[in-house]
């Protein structure tokens, strides 16, 4: 079952069941009031199956809204090859972290956005004004419930600024915080719906006055780490009581010659949840297209 917040034409922003090309809006009017309070459930499947529906409108007609509600968004660094290289041709003071980073139980995490600074599918994502070599990147993202269990997955989009974090590393929450610094969406598929981790591909398509200008694939299989341990060092002496996300690194970078620019647009796509697009602005620039 995939699960989406959506806003109604009449204005009205609940929570749906996504099932192909249509949505059914659920009444929340008498239970859980939030897609957080719906996660929440032991059995979230029984309790979506429980709630009364609207009727089934077409997905075109509703606005897809990022899939969060108070959960901070947190990540996970150089948790594929691919990231390790790419850091270490960046950043050749603090190569030997990365490749440190790479090897060692304890892995990098980081805060990469509180819900204000996330943009859903289709909602503009921003480069920064200060930074001149930017990419987006392509990550499954773990979704938790307040006791950190892994209860759904979603697409999360890591924009970076890679000239900021490999000028320095203690620079890295610049290159990585800001506001619409992080795609999320387009809705969540719950733990139930699945496929197994080795079957997840992973494909990000970059997009400029509507031709592709970079393409890039991986898969879940490449990582190096496991989703529970990367949960189990996120809630080390850590709380989450709104629920948490957490991006787990990315597999596809761009080759060094590569930046993004504003109007380009963004898909990433992950089997098992759908694809999520998002056009690219800068400050100062007109929106994409
Ligand atoms: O250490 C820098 C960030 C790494 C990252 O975001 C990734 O590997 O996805
Ligand atoms: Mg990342």
Redesign the pocket.
Known sequence: MKLARIRLSNGDTTVAIVDAGSVTPLDLSGGPSSLFEILESEDVDALVASLPQKTTVLISEVDLLPPVDQQEIW??????RR?RAA?MEESEAAASC?DR?YESPRP?LFLKATPHRVAGNGQPLRIRADATWNVP?P?LTLVMNSNLQLVGYTIGN?M?SRDI?GDN?LY?PQA?VYDQCAGVGPWITLASAMPPREKIGIGLTIRRAGKPVFEGQTGVDQMARGFEDLIGWLGRDNSFPTGAML?T??GVVPDNDFTLQAGDVVDIRIDGIGTLSNPIVQAGSSPAG
């Open positions: 990540a996970a660094g150089v948790t594929y990231s850091r990365y980073v990098e990147e990550e890591d970076s974090e590393p890295l990585k991006m690194g990315t």
